[in-house]
């Protein structure tokens, strides 16, 4: 029993000892294991404790040497009986264990009471630190915040600011556009005013001369006898054309007459020199007629080799290049004009394009193949009629496109110009046998002022004039001739009746002027060119022209109509 006591208060013993940190070091906080600690020594206590009420309850054994029975009360005082061995109380010393384990309990549970506090302390002080920090933090930011309240109502405020500044400025833009939209309306309608009666002064039918290049090859066979028959007065403005040295002829007394000058005077004359640029600037402003509301006939008239189809259309109708003639830039001018005023007045245009041909006083349509009008097994023959009405001139069965740009008018043109009837003469190699009609019907509309707009330009190449004598024609090309000629004569006759203001004009003699009836009255403007070939042997000729484009300058047909019609 006593030794099981000592081995439990030398366990105890040993717990009580400062136990010896491992190699690494305790990684614990030491609030933690001062903690641990007192438990150690509480369990420890515990179980001294428990030790000590088992000594209590542990009765001595009777030895058979002892005749001597101690009494209890003897015991419960703690004498030893008389003669026995004097030995140290456990209980005592347990005890006194318990007593110096429980001072060294306190005074580690006050050490541990002090670092807690410590610690605290500690802890709360950063917590101080950490809370202030947190105030300013906060601080600058409901500052930052402040500001930006600041300035975002700085922001709406100039945003309402410029709003308003904006609605106004939108409000005078539009006070503004509406004023220069009436005052460009207005001074459109005074310009196409003024352009009318500009063109009106230099008059409805008027006659250029345009003489052209003589060919290398022309003048290289005749340098010895060449004869430059033609001749540009000064002080004339570019107006008149005199033919000199024209050969004399023998009189009935077979006396020589001497040679003699021809003067001519027309609206304008172009030299050799003169560039197809430099003659459609003298045409733009008929052209810009057909964009007002005008129809507008433009003529190419001469004999065969003079150059019409060259100053009409170019020596390649569906490029664009700087020799490009009459009809493309005619057209290319007719489209950017329209672009223009569709942007600046609000007009909006549809253009409608066809192009004939007259043969031998049969229409073709060009724009259809030639195979259209081949006659086989069961297909009939296909004709076309001349309807007029009093505002156009309607040919049925023809193709009629419309056309958004003059990419795609270049290339009907140069389809047309394919199926165009050429053969050679004795005056040329390659002649055009037909007279070809190129017509651009412009028809606009204004959705502000309800006006619609009606105008058309037809530019006719005419077929080489010849006197049989000269062609030396036979056959087809003999026949051909005739029917030239005559539909020519024709038209003379027509621009001579308009100018004397005949009741009766004979439009309908040839389908050319049957086509062009209603553009050739008094709601119309007409320009012809009188192309003139200048070698030597081709002089009777381009005298027989002068004389009859001569007598078309004499002409005038009224006052010219434009077809302009509001809602």
């Known amino acids: 029993m006593d030794t099981q006591i000592e081995k439990d208060l030398a366990s105890l013993r040993k717990g009580l000892r400062p136990s010896t940190a491992p190699a690494g070091g305790d990684k614990s906080p030491p609030l933690e294991r001062k903690t641990s600690g007192k438990t150690t020594l509480k369990k420890k206590a515990k179980a001294v404790g428990s030790a000590t009420t088992a000594a209590k309850k542990t009765t001595v054994p009777k030895g058979p040497s002892l005749g001597v029975k101690k009494s209890p009360a003897a015991f419960s005082k703690g004498k030893a009986a008389p003669g026995a061995k004097k030995e140290a109380d456990p209980l005592a010393m347990a005890k006194a264990e318990i007593a110096s384990l429980n001072k060294e309990l306190d005074k580690e549970k006050a050490n541990s009471d002090t670092r807690v506090e410590n610690i605290t302390k500690e802890a709360n002080a950063r917590m101080d630190e950490y809370e202030c920090e947190i105030m300013r933090f906060e601080k600058e930011l409901n500052e930052k915040v402040r500001l930006i309240k600041d300035i975002e109502n700085e922001r709406d405020m100039r945003y309402q600011k410029y709003e308003l500044q904006i609605r106004d400025i939108e409000v005078a833009r539009d006070k503004r556009f509406q004023e220069y939209e009436e005052f460009l309306f207005i001074g459109e309608k005074q310009r196409a005013e003024l352009h009318n009666a500009l063109i009106e002064l230099k008059g409805n039918i008027r006659v250029f001369a ?65 560039s197809q640029e430099k003659v459609f600037d003298d045409i733009s402003l008929l052209v810009q007629s057909a964009l007002d509301g005008y129809k507008v006939c433009l003529f190419a008239y001469g004999q065969t080799g003079s150059g019409k189809t060259f100053t009409m259309e170019g020596p390649d109708p569906g490029v664009n290049s700087a020799q490009s003639g009459m009809i493309p830039r005619a057209v290319r001018q007719i489209f950017d004009n329209c672009a223009w005023k569709s942007k600046q007045s609000g007009f909006k245009y549809k253009l409608l394009c066809s192009f004939v041909q007259i043969y031998n006083e049969t229409i073709r349509d060009l724009m259809n193949p030639q195979d259209f009008y081949e006659n086989g097994p069961g297909k009939q023959e296909v004709k076309h009629e001349i309807r007029n009405t009093a505002e156009e001139s309607i040919i049925t069965n023809i193709k009629e496109e419309e056309v958004t740009s003059a990419d795609s008018v270049f290339r009907l043109l140069q389809k047309a110009s394919d199926n165009r009837k050429t053969s050679a003469t004795k005056c040329n190699e390659v002649s055009s046998r037909s007279h070809s009609i190129f017509i651009m019907k412009i028809k606009g509309w204004n959705e502000a002022t309800q006006q619609e707009m009606t105008g058309q330009l037809n530019l006719i190449d005419l077929a080489g004039s010849e006197r049989l004598s000269k062609s030396q024609a036979e ?93």
């Open 210 to 274: 345009r003489v052209r290049p003589v060919l290398p090859s022309e003048r290289k066979s005749r340098v010895a006898d060449w004869v430059d028959h033609f001749k540009y007065p000064e002080g004339t403005d570019h107006r008149g054309l005199d033919v000199v040295e024209i050969p004399g002829h023998k009189s009935v007394m077979g006396k020589e007459e001497q040679s003699k000058t021809m003067p001519f005077k027309f609206d304008k004359v172009f030299d050799p020199t003169a």
């Open 475 to 567: 056959g087809d090309r003999l026949k051909e001739t005739q029917h030239i000629n005559k539909s020519l004569s024709c038209l003379g006759d027509v621009i001579v009746a308009l100018g004397k203001g005949a009741s009766s004009v004979p439009f309908r003699q040839s389908k050319l002027t049957h086509i062009l009836q209603p553009s050739m009255t008094n709601q119309s403007k007409l320009l012809m060119f009188v192309n003139i070939n200048p070698i030597p042997e081709s002089l009777n000729e381009s005298i027989v022209s002068l004389r009859f484009a001569a007598k078309v300058n004499d002409c005038e047909i009224g006052i010219a109509k434009k077809k302009i019609t509001s809602k």
